[in-house]
C-alpha cells in the first residue's frame, strides 16, 4: 500500500503540470479563435445568439479534443507543448478556411441561424477528431 501512495505522491505534480499546461493551451487556442473568427462571438453570445454559442462551443470541443489526445500521449511537459501548439495552429486554419469555403455561414451563424451553426459545429468536430488522430501517430 505504501507503494501506491508512494507513486501517487511522485506523480501528482506531473499531473498537475501536464493538466494545467494543457488548460492553459485551450485557453490561448479559444482567445486566438475569437480573434480570427469573422464575427465576434462574445457579443453575440451575451445577445443571446444560440447559434453563435454553439459554434463556438464546437470550436471549444474540437480545440479539447487534439489537446487531451496530445496530453495523453505526451511522455513530458514539452510533449504537450509542441504537439498540442501544432493541433491548436492546424484547427485554427481549417477552421478559417471553412469559414472561407462555405461562404456565407459565418454570416448566417451572426444571424442566429442555428442550422448554419449544427453544420459548423459538425465541420469543427470532424476536423477535431482527425487532427487528434494526426497528433496521437
Known amino acids: 500500500m505504501d507503494v501506491v501512495i508512494q507513486s501517487f505522491l511522485s506523480g501528482i505534480p506531473v499531473l ?3 493538466f494545467s499546461l494543457t488548460l492553459v ?3 490561448c487556442g479559444a482567445v486566438i479563435y475569437v480573434f ?3 464575427y465576434d462571438d462574445i457579443a453575440l453570445i ?3 445568439n444560440s447559434a453563435a454559442a454553439l459554434s463556438l462551443s464546437g470550436a471549444l470541443i474540437g480545440l479539447g479534443i487534439p489537446l487531451s489526445v496530445a496530453m495523453a500521449g505526451s511522455v513530458n ?6 504537439y498540442g501548439a501544432v493541433s491548436i495552429i492546424l484547427q485554427l486554419v481549417a477552421y478559417r478556411i471553412t469559414d472561407l469555403v462555405l461562404k456565407g455561414l459565418p ?3 451572426e444571424s442566429g441561424e442555428m442550422s448554419a451553426a449544427i453544420t459548423m459545429f459538425g465541420i469543427k468536430i470532424s476536423i477535431s477528431l482527425i487532427n487528434a488522430a494526426a497528433v496521437s501517430v
Open 25 to 27: 493551451m485551450l485557453g
Open 107 to 109: 454570416q448566417r451563424i
Open 77 to 82: 511537459a514539452f510533449d504537450i507543448l509542441i
Open 36 to 38: 480570427v473568427t469573422p
Open 46 to 48: 451575451k445577445d443571446g
Open 16 to 18: 498537475l503540470l501536464h
